[in-house]
């Protein structure tokens, strides 16, 4: 048995590094897509369109999973999944603007945090539905002529507590213990405020994201008791990305922790009494872009090796290989290196990574990145299997 695992584990390695060569061939054969110190980012469009059908199988088929238009690498790719099934996510004017040329208004999500009156009055007039994220805003809301047909969702958070110790704060939401009484008091005077949605973290996993669905249940129920409506709860990105694994967490699997966990829910959902919305814009895109980029100098710095190149990602990756500028795997003695990227030596892409030797134009291939990358204005190309065979879509082309 230990044989047949061995022989599995290396052939899988090879087919990593043989698809891994065949697209830095293609990348090297294309005209001005990798030149010296410029960064290409690959998206595996197989993993993305993968994790979009595992939405509809695990979901109510009556769901809005609203895509994150901030954690698409590539706008181009929201067509392409939307398919009269997704909506968007917006968080900004300019992302309101985009939805609108895309989508009808009932299937964009107005979002985010810190917003001004202006903005707000903005998502009102464009019909779109809203989360609103503080007290603040509902006050302003209710100050403006109500939009007719959209039902808006006040963002909560609940159970901090439930926040691990190294991921940051929340920076939206209304208190669900501090401002009870106050959220009581809305449902009962704001007729389009008929929802509640949900203000978590990807990154929190599945065990605080049930508790934390649980708790958002079990105020709908309060709401409700005290004799406001309910309608729709709005779950947010929802999928759990563990930031020390290649992959997303599984949907189904956190499915069926909910139905152990809350199963009022999707009972609920069944019965007709609430429709379910997502935000699911980081699991669905999340450890799906690759970067590639070439080195652009070497040296050694107070005893360390250094290696110096164009890419600038806002975390380091789980995976680095370096490549020749073929595109073949560099081999050699390998020692501990430092990757530096455009942020400089106080944000190095990795530190002490054990890597073969490197030299000026080496390939560079960063992978598992839980924050989607769009890294800038440069190239960035759609990735999709063929069987054995590969091709590249392009979604931006270079500037």
């Not at 992959?247 to 609430?274: N, S, T, Y």
Request: hydrophobic fraction near 50%; glycine fraction near 10%.
């Amino acid at each position: 048995m230990g044989h047949t695992g061995s022989s599995l584990s290396r052939a899988t390695r090879a087919a990593q590094l043989q698809r891994r060569q065949d697209l830095l061939a293609a990348l090297c054969a294309t005209p001005g897509a990798l030149d010296a110190h410029d960064t290409v980012v690959l998206v595996d469009l197989d993993a993305v369109e993968a994790r979009a059908q595992e939405l509809w199988r695990c979901f109510p088929y009556s769901t809005l999973h609203a895509l994150r238009r901030g954690a698409c690498p590539a706008p181009g790719l929201l067509s392409a999944l939307e398919a009269g099934r997704f909506g968007q996510r917006v968080d900004d004017p300019a992302e309101l603007a985009a939805a609108q040329a895309q989508l009808p208004a009932d299937r964009i999500v107005g979002a985010g945090a810190g917003r001004t009156e202006a903005q707000l009055r903005a998502l009102v007039e464009a019909g779109v539905q809203i989360n609103v994220d503080s007290l603040q805003e509902l006050r302003w809301l209710e100050a403006l002529p109500a939009a007719a047909g959209p039902l808006h969702c006040l963002t909560v958070h609940v159970g901090w507590d439930l926040r691990p110790a190294l991921q940051p704060p929340l920076v939206e939401g209304v208190d669900a213990s501090a401002d009870l009484a106050a959220i009581l008091s809305a449902f009962k005077k704001r007729g389009a405020l008929r929802g509640l949605a949900l203000a978590a973290h990807p990154a929190w996993g599945a065990d605080a994201l049930c508790a934390a669905v649980s708790s958002l249940v079990a105020l709908a129920l309060q709401i409700e008791a005290a004799g406001g409506r309910v309608q729709l709860l709005d779950l947010g990105d929802l999928l759990p990305v563990a930031l020390a694994e290649p992959e997303p967490a599984p949907v189904q699997a956190l499915i069926d922790k909910l139905a152990v966990v809350c199963p009022e829910l999707m009972l609920g959902v069944l019965k007709g009494r609430w429709t379910l919305r997502t935000g699911v814009g980081a699991g669905v895109f999340a450890r799906a872009t690759a970067v590639i980029t070439r080195v652009g100098s070497t040296r050694r710095v107070g005893g360390r090796s250094r290696a110096w190149c164009g890419a600038a990602l806002p975390e380091d990756a789980v995976e680095v290989h370096v490549h020749t500028p073929e595109g073949l795997l560099k081999r050699g003695a390998h020692a501990h290196w430092d990757l530096i990227g455009a942020l400089g030596p106080s944000a190095p892409l990795a530190e002490a990574r054990y890597l073969p030797p490197m030299a000026p134009g080496d390939l560079l291939w960063l992978r598992g990145l839980a924050v989607p990358c769009a890294q800038g204005r440069g190239p960035i190309f759609g990735v999709r299997s063929h069987g054995e065979a590969l091709s590249l879509i392009s979604l931006r082309p270079a500037p």
